[in-house]
């Protein structure tokens, strides 16, 4: 089996091999184990250098000694235009593997016809192996290379199969979810049949990996839209205007309900109130006006005064006996303005006036990066970015949530595509050791230039047009059958909240603060959200130890 001029070499999920790398440049695997249910991710990277029949070779992966069925995809890479915002080399490939504009992988590609590729010519190609294994024990896994039923390469590691489950996710994590994005994208009219059925696969994805919390559009979100541009209407909640005041039809809302509860949904981020950065604004709201509709608020109407106002105290009492008669109040997370600074504490506080009567009891959230807001009472369960949280840490709050979005590309961990895998999953312990409840991140399918002034075509732009990191504003690829396809970064991340729980699951047997302890000892100094071990080898060692744990505390 030994073939002139093709080296092949099985490899961790963290490693991120550009096309330009060799095998032998990435530590191979030789041992992991898992828990059952848990998700396993691995690779195999390829290098064919014969100059003749490479670009010829039509290749099938075959698994063998695995307790589960197994899914193979190609990890096709990207341009990334804007890879971060600094230029700076001195960080090296722990904090980013390339500052400059380059090719990365990314793309998680079916084979053809399930099975066949083919590697390219003199570069270094990707597989990427995900399986569920449901039965303790210890498994040779061997991975061949056929060409035409001949093996060409062969590689193994040895898989040990823990006998404890994974733990149900605690984490609520949302990554926000955009509707207008598949409507524009797959030319279907909003909430057509054709619509739903795309919204329903993409739902399906977000929720297989770790999404259990959606962005909710009862009113066409008002994010990321240039003052006085408009996003395509998603318009869950139906209203007509006449002089007697408002009709509300919930409808489409109970639709929404439904499909993301048979996807595995858990719980509904209702969109924001008011507009983005200071709640200066109202979101823009269609309603039936004599027969037709027309934009009833939006850019032009104040969001603290005047007609708007009122229209939510017609409005929220009804939607809140609706989220109860649906069983999903409690499960509800409210929003008034995103990302609101101290600047703008006056006029958030004006719009927390108007709704909070109607939320008496409910979760109130807000991405935001001053702890001096969150101090004004403004906001009881604050969301903080991941560069701003150490001060959060120190106060008494009961339900912890953190977010990043593009700022957040300095030290701290991140997903975007030039980033090392490691600093995408690092967050997993992070949160776990600092007792973060919940993550947002605003962008699971955010196809738009910034400002959502126009479709992108996300296989060449990553960045919005250059606005932010390459990555930062989706974690999914659109297939031409309405159906998504997932990035190496959304899997990565998946690993990360499995993290968590498998840690969790560690707390019960030796206590919170031997696991917090270990942490720390094996990153060698007290890990922070700034300070960590940026490398593959921490979080792999990390994950043996803390498995090891567990398995001899199942089996006494």
């Known amino acids: 089996m030994n073939i002139p001029n093709f080296s092949t070499r099985i490899v961790s999920s963290l490693e991120k091999a550009l096309i330009t790398d060799r095998p032998e440049q990435h530590p191979v695997l030789e041992r992991q184990s898992v828990l059952i249910g848990e998700k396993l991710d691995f690779q195999l990277l390829i290098l064919d250098e014969d100059p003749e029949i490479a670009s010829t070779r039509n290749l099938k992966a075959e698994v063998t000694g695995l307790p589960c069925d197994v899914t193979c995809r190609a990890a096709v890479s990207v341009y990334a235009d804007m890879p971060t915002y600094s230029h700076d080399t001195s960080k090296g490939t722990l904090y980013y593997i390339e500052s400059k504009s380059g090719t990365y992988p990314d793309v998680l590609e079916p084979l053809d016809s399930g099975k066949y590729f083919r590697p390219l010519r003199g570069r270094t190609s990707s597989l990427w192996f995900t399986c569920v294994p449901r039965k303790a024990g210890i498994y040779t896994v061997t991975v061949t290379l056929k060409e035409a ?65 959606l962005l909710t559009p009862i009113f066409t979100p008002p994010l990321d839209t240039e003052i006085g541009g408009e996003r395509p209407t998603v318009q869950l909640v139906g209203v007509k205007a006449d002089n007697n005041g408002y009709t509300f039809d919930f409808s489409l809302l109970n639709v929404w309900f439904e499909l993301a509860r048979k996807n595995g949904i858990k719980y509904f981020e209702i969109s924001h109130f008011f507009s983005q950065w200071g709640a200066e604004f109202a979101p823009k709201i269609i309603a039936e006006k004599d027969g037709k509709p027309c934009r009833i608020f939006g850019w032009n109407t104040p969001g603290t005064e005047g007609e708007y106002p009122r229209f939510l105290s017609c409005f929220l009492p009804e939607l809140i006996a609706f989220l109860r008669e649906q069983g999903v109040l409690e499960s509800c997370i409210f929003h008034i303005s995103d990302e609101p600074n101290e600047t703008q504490l006056e006029g958030y506080m004006k719009a927390k006036k108007i709704v909070s009567p109607y939320l008496e009891g409910c979760t109130i959230a ?50 975007f595509i030039a980033y090392p895998s490691a600093r995408n999953r690092i967050l997993g312990v992070q949160l776990y050791k600092f007792g973060i409840k919940g993550f947002l991140h605003w962008g699971f399918n955010y196809w738009y230039s910034m400002g959502s002034r126009r479709l992108i075509n996300p296989y060449l732009c990553q960045s919005g047009e250059g606005q932010v990191p390459s990555g930062d504003a989706f974690s999914v690829y659109p297939a031409q059958d309405g159906t998504p396809y997932e990035s190496i970064r959304l899997n990565v991340f998946r690993e990360a909240i499995q993290d968590i729980s498998v840690l969790s699951l560690c707390e019960k047997f030796i206590g919170r603060a031997r696991v917090t302890a270990l942490i720390d000892t094996l990153a060698g100094d007290k890990l922070t959200f700034s300070s960590y071990p940026a490398d593959p080898e921490y979080i792999l060692r990390l994950r043996e130890e803390i498995n090891r744990i567990i398995a001899e505390n199942v089996q006494a």
């Open 366 to 415: 807000d991405a935001l990066s001053s702890v001096a807001f969150y101090k004004s009472g403004a906001v009881n369960t604050p969301i903080p970015a991941t560069n701003h949280i150490e001060p959060f840490l120190e106060e008494p709050i009961s339900q912890r949530w953190a977010y990043y979005c593009c700022g957040q590309w300095d030290k701290v961990g991140n997903r």
């Open 149 to 213: 039923d001949r093996p060409v390469s062969e590689n193994t590691f040895l898989l040990t199969v823990i006998a404890a489950e994974l733990p149900e996710q605690e984490l609520i994590f949302t990554e926000w979810f955009h509707c207008d994005c598949l409507s524009t994208y797959y030319h279907v009219p909003v909430f057509s049949p054709e619509h739903w059925k795309i919204i329903s696969s993409y739902m399906k994805c977000a929720s297989e990996n770790g999404v259990n919390c």
